[in-house]
């Protein structure tokens, strides 16, 4: 019996799809996929390549690098990684009081400190909510 998928098989043979366990293995992986993909048009490979592309998602899909935070968990984390005090945010809150109560959770952001923290840090304010939200969820309307 003659093998219909020569180059399939042939992809098999020499980078059999195993699971993506380590930043080497993604990038053997991915060097694949790119020579792949630098061929152009693909005909048995496709499937090879989708095989390949699902093991580098799963991968990827494990790895949390960077954890989906916004809003005042995002505010704490500016303001420890740039060795502020809640004093220096002041000028945008107002009081200390209430600097202390959004950091605590007893008040919202509301929309004029989402505009001016994202000045104060320079980050666009939409890195303040998170991607699929409802801005009323969020925000005081002041």
Do not use: C
Not at 51 to 79: A, F, N, R, S, T
Not at 129 to 141: A, W
């Amino acid at each position: 019996m003659v093998d219909q998928n020569t180059s399939y098989t042939n992809l098999l043979v020499s980078f059999p799809p195993r699971p993506i366990k380590s930043e080497e293995d993604l990038e053997k992986t991915q060097v694949i996929v790119d020579n792949l993909l630098d061929k152009g048009k693909l005909t048995e490979e496709e499937d090879y390549l989708f095989v390949l592309g699902m093991l580098i998602h799963e991968y990827e899909e494990k790895q949390d690098l960077v954890p989906d935070i916004y809003g005042v968990e995002l505010l704490k984390v500016l303001i420890e990684e740039s060795s502020m005090r809640q004093k220096d945010l002041v000028p945008i809150f107002k009081t200390e009081s209430i600097v202390s109560d959004v950091l605590k959770g007893k008040r919202k952001l509301t929309v004029e400190h989402i505009q001016k923290l994202g000045k104060f840090f320079n980050v666009s304010p939409a890195v303040f909510f998170p991607i699929n939200s409802s801005l009323r969820d969020f925000l005081e309307v002041a």
